[in-house]
DNA sequence: GGATAATGATACGGGTCCGTAACGATCGGG
DNA sequence: CCCGATCGTTACGGACCCGTATCATTATCC
């Protein structure tokens, strides 16, 4: 069964967790970051830069610098590949797995608050 | 009646449209842009920098400079108050109007894709 | 009218990110 | 072995954004 939800109701949702975002900002991290971040906990490892470029549909360098912030904020790691050390592979860190269970709460709880008109 | 949604089913949907952002990429917005943007389109006016930043929690700089650029993106549009002359009134566009239409889409489109469990 | 307050814009130094191009390191096939 | 291909990273010049402090303009109030 798929998930109902108009264009009113997303518009309100996506503006309402957005200034949750700005305001908490304890990360604010930018749609890339975003979409890497949500990437590498959501589906199934093993990660390269190689990989998430071509999903994005981005430059391998934008992959890296994202990681060295995305590193920097602990909210994942990287590891070189012991059976190919040209690859790296992306970890996840606790930290990282709490900011995305908090996105997940923030989006599920305006969700909540978001009547049927 | 509330919107139903559970949490592995948000950050499901909130990746997608981020990989869709990124891949489209005709803005690129910033999590600051985007809420400014939505405050402006779903709220009533009349909208102007101090709201703005009040509402955000941030400082005027980080308003003007945003206006700036989704100004330059054509997404929004400035006009001095001819009430009192010191404010300034953030306008809606039509460039700006198709641009959250296009999100809202693409929000519910997703949305639509994912499954119940 | 002059002092005060309020608004939005700007200056500045510092940081981050971009895209292109080049780089060192590593693997694999002949 | 060695040469080409494939990794991820770094260099570079340019653009954008940040926060603080300051500015010019306009309104208000005595």
């Known amino acids: 069964m798929p998930?109902?939800?108009?264009?009113?109701?997303?518009?309100r949702l996506w503006r309402q967790v957005h200034l949750d975002l700005v305001r908490d900002d304890e990360a604010d991290l930018s749609a890339r970051q975003t979409a890497i971040l949500l990437t590498v906990y959501l589906e199934l490892p093993p990660h390269t830069v190689r990989g998430l470029?071509?999903?994005?549909?981005?430059?391998?360098?934008?992959?890296?610098?994202?990681?060295?912030?995305?590193?920097?904020?602990?909210?994942?790691?990287?590891?070189?590949?012991e059976a190919d050390r040209r690859n790296v592979v992306i970890q996840r860190t606790v930290a990282g797995a709490?900011?995305?269970?908090?996105?997940?709460?923030?989006?599920?709880?305006?969700?909540?608050?978001?009547?049927?008109?």
């Open 53 to 81: 470029a071509q999903q994005l549909g981005v430059t391998k360098p934008v992959i890296t610098r994202a990681l060295d912030t995305l590193g920097k904020l602990g909210l994942l790691t990287r590891k070189r590949d």
């Open 3 to 11: 998930l109902e939800i108009r264009p009113s109701q997303a518009l």
């Open 98 to 117: 709490l900011a995305v269970e908090r996105l997940a709460d923030l989006v599920t709880e305006h969700a909540k608050e978001i009547g049927g008109s």
